[in-house]
């Protein structure tokens, strides 16, 4: 693991009032466990290094897994599909994902393709995730263009997409802030 994550604060207090719900309540919630959400991020970092070295760091999954706030463990099944553990909190729910992922399109030195989902038993929720990155390479380092697209369904919808998507947002800022500077620390 990376140890100069800074994870982002996610206990939002003007949000309090849904995420006094248990846990349990969410997931007895049936309406919500036929409902689909999705939040869409995208954004450019740039980071000063080639795009040669940036490939080589982002083309290993087990490095992008360190970067990840709240990865507890990452396991290798094959070049490049990987199991992993997330433990999150968003408000005042504790959301622990079992999940799998897969590095489903490469093309070095230039994008990256990955898929993966998740299940939190707690909260009966299911995560999917689609996510791209691409790199382009400038006078002053390399830009980073990603864009995801996160689908999930069950108890935690019960925490709104606003919240939702600010923790998210805050994850992943620090996902990519972590990938900055482990790559410019090299």
């Known amino acids: 693991m990376t140890d100069n994550i800074n994870e982002p604060e996610t206990d939002v207090s003007s949000e309090q009032e849904t995420a006094e719900t248990s846990a349990s309540e969410m997931a007895s919630e049936s309406s919500f466990d036929e409902e689909e959400a999705r939040l869409e991020f995208a954004d450019t970092v740039t980071i000063e290094t080639s795009k040669d070295d940036l490939w080589r760091f982002i083309s290993q ?5 360190d970067c990840i706030p709240g990865a507890e463990s990452v396991e290798r099944l094959s070049e ?6 997330i433990t999150r909190g968003i408000s005042r729910v504790t959301v622990s994902l079992d999940g799998e992922f897969e590095l489903v399109e490469m093309n070095e030195p230039d994008w990256i393709v990955m898929e993966g989902n998740g299940f939190d038993s707690t909260t009966g929720s299911d995560f999917d995730v689609l996510a791209a990155m691409e790199m382009n390479e400038h ?16 108890g935690v919808a019960r925490l709104g997409a606003r919240l939702l998507s600010r923790v998210i947002q805050g994850d992943i800022e620090t ?10 620390a090299e």
């Open 139 to 154: 006078e002053e380092g390399t830009d980073l263009s990603y864009s995801a697209e996160l689908y999930y369904t069950g």
């Open 80 to 85: 490049r599909h990987y199991t992993c553990e």
């Open 175 to 184: 996902y990519f802030q972590n990938i900055k500077d482990e790559v410019e």
């Open 61 to 65: 999954a087990e490095n992008l897994a």
